[in-house]
């Protein structure tokens, strides 16, 4: 019997310890990333801050875009303030997995691929993969298969080159990891056309004094949202339900028309 009464007496002190291990696990997932967040008042943003109009500097020196506005507009829905973290686009998933920075606000596109690893918010922006290419030259390419035998720049690692990669066969592909750089070779010819989302295109022709020129459909539709690091999803909710609010209100819709001059979140 006393064997039995030390039996009982052991298991429930391994039960004991278990509940206490059991509540502190809980403990410690619910001081989560959106608790960081908030203790430390500001929610760390990477982006580009060379991909005008969503993220570049303006002629005061500062950050500005639509992302850029965005990312205050979430931050200030979830009670905290944007950190900025302007970073090459070729480093910015690093980044993100070293924990550098708490989320990318970067015209991520949601792809199956992608959420293999990253969470995403609800979308933000739809868009599309366009060619751009010199003004007088629209007529050269018009589908996805007139890319064949050009000279074609893309961003490294972006979904451009991935798209272009496993799409069109016999393209000559260019990366760049700036875009001033990838524009330029495009204006004095070094390259026959880029692939840009259609959103930068149309104002990037705008500001290029018709230098440059969109040409063909827009060749997918594309999607993007906040990227996150698995396993947050107390600050994933909380980003999706700060877009719903700016949906809901009209912060979003507004930021769309002030920077592209139509709704380009549905």
């Known amino acids: 019997m006393k064997l039995a009464l030390l039996g009982r007496q052991a298991l429930m002190g391994v039960m004991a310890v278990a509940l206490v291990a059991g509540m ?5 997932a619910d001081e989560g990333l959106l608790n960081k967040v908030k203790e430390r008042g500001t929610l760390l943003v990477g982006l580009e801050g060379t991909y005008p109009p969503f993220s570049f500097q303006g002629d005061d020196g500062k950050l500005t875009g639509f992302e850029v506005e965005f ?3 979430l931050a200030k829905h ?3 303030k944007a950190s900025l973290k302007p970073t090459k686009w070729d480093g910015m998933l690093a980044s993100l997995d070293s924990k550098r920075i708490d989320v990318v606000i970067n015209q991520v596109t949601i ?3 992608r959420k293999k690893k990253y969470d995403f918010s609800t979308p933000y922006t739809v868009s599309g993969i366009q060619a751009l290419v010199k003004k007088g030259n629209e007529g050269v390419i018009k589908t996805a298969a007139d890319l064949k035998g050009k000279k074609v720049g893309v ?5 451009y080159e ?3 990669r496993q799409n069109v066969q016999g393209v000559d592909i260019r990366t ?4 001033p750089t990838k524009y330029q070779d495009l204006r004095v010819g070094r390259i026959d056309a880029i692939l840009v989302d259609r959103l930068a295109a149309l104002d990037l022709v705008k500001k290029t004094k018709d230098t440059l020129a969109v040409t063909g459909e827009a060749f997918s539709r594309q999607e993007s949202g906040v990227a996150l690091r698995k396993g947050n999803e107390d600050l994933l909710k909380a980003v999706d339900a700060a877009i719903a609010e700016m949906q809901k209100d009209g912060t979003l819709k507004a930021l769309s028309e002030k920077w592209f001059g139509a709704d380009v979140t549905k």
């Open 162 to 164: 991935e798209w272009l």
């Open 176 to 179: 760049y990891d700036d875009d």
């Open 155 to 159: 961003g490294l690692g972006t979904n």
């Open 78 to 80: 979830l009670g905290v």
């Open 71 to 73: 990312a205050e507009e």
């Open 24 to 28: 502190s696990v809980k403990t410690y």
């Open 111 to 113: 792809s199956d691929e």
